[in-house]
């Protein structure tokens, strides 16, 4: 099992910044690509970003690429999302998830993922 908690949500103006962090605990946190994924109100759960396990893959969704940046420190066992730039379209409940792949492997679909944390809400006004 992989225990997976968010932080860093919260209310933010357009054009603000905030940084999710997401603590990861129990099997080894290298051993799992780490994606960010957001769902909107009324809108399907969305990919985001995601990072090899080493953090030398990254992928984006094209929404986000030149605003969020995605990293993880594995000594630390914690991924985070810096997102710069936001829209009131990117308000949502943003969940980090963990995935069981090879390294360099960067996957975008959910269902790849094993693990998944409770999400924190991030709100972006106009």
């Known amino acids: 099992q992989v225990q997976l908690v968010e932080s860093g949500g919260g209310l933010v103006q357009a054009g603000g910044s905030l940084r999710l962090s997401c603590a990861a605990s129990?099997?080894?946190?290298?051993?799992?690509?780490m994606g960010w994924f957001r769902r909107a109100p009324g809108k399907e759960r969305e990919f985001v970003a995601a990072?090899?396990?080493?953090?030398?893959?990254?992928s984006y969704v094209y929404s986000v690429k030149g605003r969020f940046s995605i990293s993880r420190d594995n000594a630390k066992n914690t991924v985070y999302l810096q997102m710069n730039s936001l829209k009131p379209d990117d308000t949502a409940v943003y969940y980090c998830?963990?995935?069981?792949?090879?390294?360099?492997?960067?996957?975008?679909?959910?269902?790849?993922?094993?693990?998944w944390g409770q999400g924190t809400q991030v709100t972006v006004s106009s």
């Open positions: 990072a090899s396990r080493s953090g030398g893959e990254t």
């Open positions: 129990g099997r080894t946190f290298s051993n799992y690509a």
């Open positions: 998830a963990a995935a069981p792949v090879p390294d360099s492997v960067v996957p975008g679909t959910p269902s790849i993922y094993n693990y």
